[in-house]
T-cell receptor, first 116, second 115 residues
């Protein structure tokens, strides 16, 4: 069965430091996609970064990078130079390749608190 | 203006009442989705639609129905609301192909409380 696991319910980081949010996944499909979303307290889901299973390089988007270790089935999000506005829930998700419908399954999330 | 708009953003309703959540998008995407978020469980898929003639059940469709009135509109109905349907509901869209198909865009969410 396909599954996403985020083992850190909460994380704390000092402003300007880097933080890694863990995500492991389980799938038998060779083709899949991995996503990270940010959910601030206002509730909206903000797309951060995407990694395809066949991508040769780790995805990066500004201060966000995805540490993709395919053999270990992990897709950790690294936020560099944390800012107070990074405080939010972060969700890892995997796209299931079912007829191309782009259905996502989500992990339970990690709540990140950035301290000044 | 948001590309994916949900209405209402907040609603309190009574047990047994019918409630509809509406979603419209200006992204021109053909695929639309309804998700539900409960604390500690991430998001779970309720229904999804490939186009106006295509409706499919997701993981947790019981107690819900949907209607795809047009490519840009996808509504979710609770025919007879019950308290355990209290949750944050998200509409989402994605393109059918190309790199943009890798991304699912979410609306701002609709907080629904059933009392």
């Amino acid at each position: 069965a396909q599954k996403i696991t985020q083992t850190q319910p909460g994380m704390f980081v000092q402003e300007k430091e880097a933080v890694t949010l863990d995500c492991t996944y389980d799938t038998s499909d060779p083709s899949y996609g991995l996503f990270w979303y940010k959910q601030p307290s206002s509730g909206e889901m903000i797309f951060l970064i995407y990694q395809g299973s066949y991508d040769q390089q780790n995805a990066t988007e500004g201060r966000y990078s995805l540490n993709f270790q395919k053999a270990r089935k992990s897709a950790n999000l690294v936020i560099s130079a944390s800012q107070l506005g990074d405080s939010a829930m972060y969700f890892c998700a995997m796209r299931r390749p079912s007829g191309g419908y782009n259905k996502l399954i989500f992990g339970a999330g990690t709540r990140l608190a950035v301290h000044p | 203006d948001a590309d994916v708009t949900q209405t209402p953003r907040n609603r309190i309703t009574k047990t047994g009442k019918r409630i509809m959540l509406e979603c419209s998008q200006t992204k021109g995407h053909d695929r639309m989705y309804w998700y539900r978020q409960d604390p500690g469980l991430g998001l779970r898929l309720i229904y999804y639609s490939f186009d106006v003639k295509d409706i499919n059940k997701g993981e947790i469709s019981d107690g819900y129905s949907v209607s795809r009135q047009a490519q840009a509109k996808f509504s979710l109905s609770l025919e007879s609301a019950i308290p355990n349907q209290t949750a944050l509901y998200f509409c989402a869209t994605s393109a059918s192909q190309g790199n943009s198909g890798n991304t699912i865009y979410f609306g701002e969410g609709s907080w629904l409380t059933v009392v």
